[in-house]
């Protein structure tokens, strides 16, 4: 056996030994979902693009800002795939008189009668290496 074949082959085992020791501590097969920290960079921003986007089509007075992010994953598959449900509410921001591309100076309405938040569910699909991203799913609920 030559080098390159010992290499493989030892390449390999650690490989098995990576998904058993995955599969005994109970993490999830390569390409699945799994979960990611509420706080990552990229996350954040495919959530407020996805929020941008909201503000541009709805017919609300006010633009919206996220508030929660219930649960993060992310998918390796030919790229990246984000699958996120998070929570976005009304801000004291009036569409009208607001840069809708800059929601950093708009706090959130207090609790009454233009309180508002809606369940939104996000499936995005990041391919970084020609910058291109398909937005899969995007359903918001009162
Ligand atoms: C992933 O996060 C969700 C929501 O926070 C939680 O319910 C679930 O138990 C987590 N799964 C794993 C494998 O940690
Ligand atoms: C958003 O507005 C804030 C405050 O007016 C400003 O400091 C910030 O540079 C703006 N960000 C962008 C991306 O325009
Ligand atoms: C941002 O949202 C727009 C509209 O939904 C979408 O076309 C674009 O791919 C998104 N970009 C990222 C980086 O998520």
């Known amino acids: 056996m030559g080098p390159k074949m010992l290499l493989l082959l030892s390449l390999l ?8 020791v995955g599969l005994r501590h109970g993490r999830s097969m390569p390409g699945s979902p799994y979960n990611i ?3 990552d960079p990229s996350l954040q921003q495919v959530v407020l693009n996805a929020t941008y986007s909201f503000n541009h089509k709805s017919n609300d007075a006010f633009l919206y800002k996220p ?5 993060a994953q992310r998918q390796v598959v030919k790229g990246i795939r984000y699958i996120v449900d998070f929570e976005i509410s009304r801000t004291v921001c009036r ?4 840069d809708i591309n800059n929601l950093s100076n708009c706090d959130f309405q207090p609790e009454g009668r233009l309180h508002q938040t ?3 569910h996000l499936e995005v699909w990041v391919i970084p ?6 937005t899969q799913v995007f359903v918001c609920k009162p």
């Open 129 to 134: 290496w020609n910058k291109k991203s398909t």
């Open 13 to 20: 085992g650690v490989f098995e030994v990576m998904l058993a």
């Open 95 to 98: 569409k009208r008189d607001s």
């Open 67 to 71: 508030s929660t992010i219930h649960k």
């Open 118 to 120: 809606f369940q939104c």
């Open 37 to 39: 920290s509420r706080i």
